[in-house]
């Protein structure tokens, strides 16, 4: 099997030495994604309502550049500054998906890029 790249312009673009996802024969690894706006570069920050869906935006734009969608995705990670908030980002992250839910953590953190209050990877098969 060989490795590909998976990119699109339609999510941000990475800011270290990583790739938006990997796919690997059948299996997608998408890295972790923040509330940055792709045609603007800047941060979704205004509540955590704006930045999870924007987060998971960006998610869809990679899943869609690989040809897959949410009812692909096998495992979730969502890594969260503040749980007391998971019960709103639980809810927004679950409208994305038709009730086949992947596999999941969630944890809180001391700290994300850029100061934002959550980020989620996935992994998706076809």
Do not use: C, W
């Amino acid at each position: 099997m060989e490795k590909k790249i998976i990119r699109t312009d339609n999510a941000p673009a990475p800011i270290g030495p990583y790739n938006q996802a990997i796919q690997y024969g059948d299996t997608l690894f998408i890295s972790g994604q923040i509330p940055l706006d792709p045609v603007t570069g800047n941060l979704v920050q205004d509540n955590i309502q704006t930045e999870t869906h924007q987060v998971m935006k960006n998610l869809q734009a990679i899943l869609t550049e690989a040809g897959m969608g949410f009812s692909n995705v096998l495992k979730t990670t969502i890594f969260m500054m503040d749980l007391s908030q998971f019960g709103t980002v639980n809810e927004i992250y679950g409208s994305y998906f038709t009730g086949n839910y992947p596999a999941r953590e969630t944890v809180q953190v001391a700290g994300l890029p850029k100061g934002v209050n959550v980020e989620i990877s996935m992994i998706a098969g076809k």
